[in-house]
Nanobody, 122 residues
Framework: VQLQASGGGLVQTGGSLRLSCAASEHTFSTSTMGWFRQVPGKEREFVATINRSGLKPYYADSVKGRFTISRDNAKNTVYLQMNSLKPEDTAVYYC????????????????WGQGTLVTVSS
């Protein structure tokens, strides 16, 4: 499975961005999908995950209430709507695909996109 993330950029504090991640295969619909982020020198951090049906999103406490993960299985795409952005949200954001089940640990995800940079200016 190949994943292509897009939608990153530069935004001011309080602004919004929408990240997209397109998958190459129809098996997308059977995969739990996740978003992680990483700042240079730090470990990759869990952001959000969503199950196959899209009915069970789960978020890191740091983004709960500000970010929304969703998916469109017909388009093999997962999204991350990011609102009320803060400078501490600045990172490279990665989408990832697990098998049928996935959680908050990066080693549960088998396929990774190339990352898209989000920069939030203060």
């Amino acid at each position: 499975v190949q994943l292509q993330a897009s939608g990153g950029g530069l935004v001011q504090t309080g602004g919004s961005l929408r990240l997209s991640c397109a998958a190459s295969e129809h098996t997308f619909s059977t995969s739990t999908m996740g978003w992680f982020r990483q700042v240079p020198g730090k470990e990759r951090e869990f952001v959000a995950t969503i199950n196959r049906s899209g009915l069970k999103p789960y978020y890191a406490d740091s983004v709960k209430g500000r970010f929304t993960i969703s998916r469109d299985n017909a388009k093999n795409t997962v999204y991350l709507q990011m609102n009320s952005l803060k400078p501490e949200d600045t990172a490279v954001y990665y989408c990832a695909a697990a098998g049928e089940f996935g959680g908050v640990m990066s080693n549960e995800y088998h396929y990774w996109g190339q990352g898209t940079l989000v920069t939030v200016s203060s």
